[in-house]
């Protein structure tokens, strides 16, 4: 199989459990972190068999936050590979402390919804939307307990002090009655099942963790996963991010990965150089951009017209 420099440069990545002979590490300080910044077709999942298959001794976990990806990166991978979703990982790491519960709550939805907080008790829908939008945001934050500023931006300033700490106070009751494994009021969200994860669940028992498309893992998410006893390898696209901040950073910029080693993944094999350098031209355009330039690594490519194609430039300068 044919790899790109800047593949075989990740596959020779000393990660500690190559080195530690199959001892397993004693605390997250004795693993590695590896961040893989890669642009759209430079072979990511080939990265991942190829490393899978140098860890044929070892156990490794795949995941990621596309379904869909998973379930196609799954099939190519050998079978030292377990592949389960963040949902399975998360429902088998609290099966212990949280079975009960968890069987009880089938139906986990993708955001915790205002309906689902009737329970308790006479406020107003407004309220309730408030404590479901501040609750979703703090279940992808690292922070231990809701805080005001979960809260929508500018709703602390229109609140008075009274009904801004009765609001936080109930968004705490909530996240108590989750913690609780005995309590059934309130269902779970899937973000609220990997807050629960990051907070109580088992470590996972591997020796390399894969996070795909690792662009959009919530701080939760990344906090947990830095507190593992295992080697990482967080791979995704920045420039693909659904939640890009207002910086133009994605989930790959995190503080929580300062001390990541970073490589990036800049060749794509679907295109040649002259379609390779004017997508490098395209994110140029965009005031937030940080990636450096593609390569075309594939079959050369013929561009539209001159005309067309700067026309397109153009039109990436305006709107950016």
Same mark, same amino acid.
């Given at each position: 199989?044919?790899?790109?420099?800047?593949?075989?440069?990740?596959?020779?990545?000393?990660?500690?459990?190559?080195?530690?002979?199959?001892?397993?590490?004693?605390?997250?300080?004795?693993?590695?972190?590896?961040?893989?910044?890669?642009?759209?077709?430079?072979?990511?999942?080939?990265?991942?068999v190829e490393l899978a298959r140098t860890y044929a001794d070892e156990t490794l976990i795949y995941t990621s936050l596309n379904p869909a990806v998973a379930g196609r990166t799954a099939s190519q991978l050998p079978d030292n590979v377990r592949c389960q979703s963040l949902h399975q990982l998360a429902r088998q790491a609290l099966s212990e402390e949280y079975?009960?519960?968890?069987?009880?709550?089938?139906?986990?939805?993708?955001?915790?919804?205002?309906? /689902? @907080?009737?329970?308790?008790?006479? %406020?107003?829908?407004?309220?309730?939307? $408030?404590?479901?939008?501040?609750?979703?945001?703090?279940?992808?934050?690292?922070?231990?307990?809701?805080?005001p500023e979960h809260l929508p931006e500018h709703v602390a300033e229109q609140l008075s002090p009274a009904e801004l700490r009765q609001i936080v106070e109930s968004m705490r009751l909530v996240w108590d009655c989750l913690l609780d494994p005995a309590d059934h009021q309130q269902g779970l969200s899937f973000n609220a099942l990997l807050k629960l994860w990051s907070q109580h669940g088992q470590p996972l028992d591997a020796d390399l963790v894969m996070l795909d498309e690792a662009q959009d893992a919530t701080p939760a998410l990344l906090a947990m996963l830095r507190r593992q006893r295992c080697d990482l390898l967080l791979i995704g696209d920045p420039h693909q991010s659904l939640a890009r901040q207002a910086e133009g950073l994605s989930s790959?910029?995190?503080?929580?990965?300062?001390?990541?080693?970073?490589? /990036? @993944?800049?060749?794509?094999?679907? %295109?040649?150089?002259?379609?390779?350098? $004017?997508g490098t031209r395209l994110a140029a355009c965009s005031p937030?951009?940080?990636?450096?330039?593609?390569?075309?690594?594939?079959?050369?490519?013929?561009?539209?017209?001159?005309?067309?194609?700067d026309s397109c430039c153009a039109t990436a300068l305006a709107t950016a």
């Amino acid at each position: 199989m044919h790899l790109s420099n800047d593949q075989r440069r990740i596959l020779a990545h000393p990660f500690p459990s190559r080195m530690r002979d199959r001892t397993p590490a004693t605390s997250a300080e004795q693993s590695d972190c590896v961040v893989v910044r890669a642009c759209a077709g430079s072979g990511k999942t080939v990265l991942m068999v190829e490393l899978a298959r140098t860890y044929a001794d070892e156990t490794l976990i795949y995941t990621s936050l596309n379904p869909a990806v998973a379930g196609r990166t799954a099939s190519q991978l050998p079978d030292n590979v377990r592949c389960q979703s963040l949902h399975q990982l998360a429902r088998q790491a609290l099966s212990e402390e949280y079975g009960d519960k968890l069987k009880r709550q089938q139906d986990i939805t993708r955001r915790l919804s205002p309906q /689902s @907080l009737g329970w308790l008790g006479s %406020f107003s829908s407004q309220s309730r939307s $408030l404590m479901a939008q501040g609750l979703n945001t703090f279940f992808a934050a690292s922070e231990a307990v809701p805080m005001p500023e979960h809260l929508p931006e500018h709703v602390a300033e229109q609140l008075s002090p009274a009904e801004l700490r009765q609001i936080v106070e109930s968004m705490r009751l909530v996240w108590d009655c989750l913690l609780d494994p005995a309590d059934h009021q309130q269902g779970l969200s899937f973000n609220a099942l990997l807050k629960l994860w990051s907070q109580h669940g088992q470590p996972l028992d591997a020796d390399l963790v894969m996070l795909d498309e690792a662009q959009d893992a919530t701080p939760a998410l990344l906090a947990m996963l830095r507190r593992q006893r295992c080697d990482l390898l967080l791979i995704g696209d920045p420039h693909q991010s659904l939640a890009r901040q207002a910086e133009g950073l994605s989930s790959l910029d995190s503080p929580l990965l300062a001390d990541a080693t970073v490589y /990036s @993944l800049p060749g794509a094999w679907r %295109f040649g150089p002259s379609l390779a350098a $004017l997508g490098t031209r395209l994110a140029a355009c965009s005031p937030t951009a940080r990636e450096q330039g593609m390569s075309g690594l594939g079959p050369a490519t013929r561009l539209a017209l001159p005309a067309v194609r700067d026309s397109c430039c153009a039109t990436a300068l305006a709107t950016a």
